[in-house]
């Protein structure tokens, strides 16, 4: 019995299982992943970038570098509808006539020293009256032309230069006084403007040759002085005396060639 229970007690935990604690598990590797939030951050940037740089092409296309010259060609309907601009220049005018029973001339030189005039008419106002007119300070004569209608027009007087219409309706003042007709400079005419090529402003009395065209030999009354020429267009043409005296108020002296079409 003594060495039952001997064996008994030795073998016995051979077969049978001591219940033991348990062992502690080994630590576990856990993987991370990327968060969804993450991921559709990851997966929006790589659109993101192609849009922008689709939005680099676009501004790219948009601003060109190569330059875009506009080229813009006038035609002539455009220049001939711009209207004409004036034009001012200075000249010399003398305007002269016999003292008595004489008419008015009209002389216009661009050099004092060229005795040819570039614009020569005689009015059919008498000197006695240019004079009286001149008195009260304010003279102002108007040449029209109206070569398109009335007795005797002429349409190719319409396209010449002013300078070469022959004959004028004289105003004075506003009143209609009689006419005016271009002139070309004849010897004596050229003679009288050589004794006052060192004038540019006077007035005064000069004897008359006599084999001059104005008449018998009579006294000729003159006025010399610097006018100003304005061109308003191919129509239109006037010559204002330039008073010397800038302090006074002086001589106010005018004349217009207008031609109606």
């Known amino acids: 019995m003594p060495k039952i ?9 051979c077969f049978t299982s001591t219940p033991t604690s348990p062992a502690p598990h080994p630590p576990t ?9 993450l991921r559709d951050d990851l997966i929006d940037s790589k659109p993101e970038k192609k849009s922008s740089s689709l939005s680099d092409d676009q501004e790219d296309d948009s601003y060109p570098t190569t330059p875009i010259t506009i080229t813009t060609t006038t035609t002539t309907a455009t220049s001939l509808s711009a209207p004409p601009r004036s034009s001012k220049t200075m000249v010399i005018g003398t305007i002269f006539g016999q003292r008595r029973g004489g008419h008015v001339w009209f002389c216009v030189q661009h050099d004092r020293l060229n005795t040819k005039p570039s614009l020569l008419l005689e009015l059919s106002i008498p000197t006695t009256t240019l004079i009286q007119e001149m008195q009260c300070g304010l003279v102002r004569l108007a040449l029209e ?42 010897q004596s005419t050229r003679i009288m ?17 006599s084999d001059s065209s104005l008449g018998a030999s009579e006294e000729v009354l003159y006025m010399r002085a610097n006018y100003e020429c304005i061109i308003g267009g191919a129509d239109s043409e006037s010559f204002h005396l330039i008073n010397p005296d800038e302090e006074g108020p002086g001589q106010e002296f005018s004349i217009f060639l207008l031609r109606s079409k």
């Open 145 to 186: 032309s109206n070569p398109g209608s009335g007795p005797g027009s002429d349409p190719e007087l319409t396209r010449v230069h002013l300078h070469s219409i022959p004959m004028w309706t004289l105003f004075c003042n506003g009143r209609k006084i009689g006419f005016a007709v271009r002139r070309r400079a004849t």
């Open 29 to 37: 590797l856990t993987i991370k992943r990327l968060s969804t939030s």
């Open 193 to 209: 403007l050589k004794t006052m090529q060192s004038m540019t402003v006077g007035a005064g009395v000069i004897p008359k040759p």
């Open 5 to 13: 229970d001997a064996l008994r007690r030795f073998l016995l935990p």
